[in-house]
């Protein structure tokens, strides 16, 4: 059976590949349970610094697979809810995975992002987009409400009234205007999408990973604390970090002028 994604390594850097071009990457319930596998494998290994989540062919993700949901709706009413519960419980393992991961994670993106592709975009810390990406929520048009965290995320990247325009109106937008709205952190020409994400993989890979993964975790936390709460929240995280090598490293190398050869730890 062919695999619904790839992952492969570059030193620290891990790529995710999702695998069904022919579908526009579509995802049902086998890439489902392995993206959750894949993304939970990554989180424990520690030599990996950095991942890249991306799609195989012209397109990132062009949502749910329409035609697995035809099959379920052949079904009896009992099997059919859990069938569909199981697929929209491994997408939300996938995302909340993608969110505690204390190391950064990279969307390289082109072509369609909608549906769930789009929630999965939104999960990761950053997103590189190829110019010729387009947009779209695409849940309305199916009759269907969001998944994979696409309500939690996109009103904390937009505002509500933004966040609302997309999910209702259900608009289709060019990758310029969702660079404008702080959809995706870049947009490049398409042809150095892959190029451009592995470039701000590996810069990030050499960074202090802990400290990265910190930050990662107080940002998120920022919408849930209040000032006392956040407040103590960092001071927690810095000191953690201030006991970890790196900080050594990076405190030694200021006071010999150079840069610091953080290990990650």
Same mark, same amino acid.
């Given at each position: 059976?062919? +695999?619904?994604?790839?992952?492969?390594?570059?030193?620290?850097?891990?790529?995710?590949?999702?695998?069904?071009?022919?579908?526009?990457?579509?995802?049902?319930?086998?890439?489902?349970?392995?993206?959750?596998?894949?993304?939970?494998?990554?989180?424990?290994?520690?030599?990996?610094?950095?991942?890249?989540?991306?799609?195989?062919?012209?397109?990132?993700?062009?949502?749910?697979?329409?035609?697995?949901?035809?099959?379920?709706?052949?079904?009896?009413?009992?099997?059919?809810?859990? +069938?569909?519960?199981?697929?929209?419980?491994?997408?939300?393992?996938?995302?909340?995975?993608?969110?505690?991961?204390?190391?950064?994670?990279?969307?390289?993106?082109?072509?369609?992002?909608?549906?769930?592709?789009?929630?999965?975009?939104?999960?990761?810390?950053?997103?590189?987009?190829?110019?010729?990406?387009?947009?779209?929520?695409?849940?309305?048009?199916?009759?269907?409400?969001?998944?994979?965290?696409?309500?939690?995320?996109?009103?904390?990247?937009?505002?509500? +009234?933004?966040?609302?325009?997309? /999910?209702?109106?259900?608009?289709?937008?060019?990758?310029?205007?969702?660079?404008?709205?702080?959809?995706?952190?870049?947009?490049?020409?398409?042809?150095?999408?892959?190029?451009?994400?592995?470039?701000?993989?590996?810069?990030?890979?050499?960074?202090?990973?802990?400290?990265?993964?910190?930050?990662?975790?107080?940002?998120?936390?920022?919408?849930?604390?209040?000032?006392?709460?956040?407040?103590?929240?960092? +001071?927690?995280?810095?000191?953690?970090?201030? /006991?970890?090598?790196?900080?050594?490293?990076?405190?030694?190398?200021?006071?010999?002028?150079?840069?610091?050869?953080?290990?990650?730890?």
């Amino acid at each position: 059976m062919t +695999r619904k994604l790839n992952l492969d390594r570059d030193g620290a850097v891990a790529r995710i590949v999702l695998n069904q071009p022919e579908a526009m990457n579509a995802i049902g319930p086998e890439m489902a349970r392995e993206l959750a596998t894949a993304l939970a494998e990554l989180a424990r290994d520690d030599a990996v610094r950095c991942v890249i989540v991306t799609g195989a062919g012209r397109h990132f993700m062009a949502g749910g697979d329409v035609r697995y949901f035809a099959e379920l709706l052949r079904l009896p009413a009992a099997e059919r809810d859990a +069938r569909l519960g199981q697929l929209i419980a491994d997408v939300g393992d996938a995302v909340a995975t993608l969110r505690a991961m204390r190391k950064p994670v990279i969307a390289a993106v082109r072509g369609a992002v909608a549906g769930f592709g789009l929630s999965l975009m939104c999960a990761c810390d950053l997103a590189v987009a190829g110019e010729g990406c387009s947009f779209k929520m695409a849940y309305c048009q199916l009759g269907a409400s969001p998944d994979g965290g696409g309500s939690h995320s996109l009103p904390r990247l937009l505002g509500v +009234r933004r966040a609302l325009e997309l /999910a209702l109106l259900d608009e289709r937008i060019d990758a310029r205007r969702a660079l404008e709205f702080g959809l995706v952190t870049r947009v490049v020409p398409d042809e150095s999408l892959d190029s451009a994400a592995m470039e701000l993989a590996q810069g990030l890979a050499r960074q202090a990973t802990a400290a990265l993964g910190r930050t990662k975790q107080l940002i998120h936390a920022a919408f849930d604390n209040d000032l006392a709460g956040q407040l103590d929240a960092e +001071r927690r995280a810095f000191v953690a970090c201030a /006991a970890s090598e790196d900080f050594a490293e990076a405190v030694a190398a200021f006071a010999a002028k150079r840069r610091p050869n953080f290990g990650g730890r």
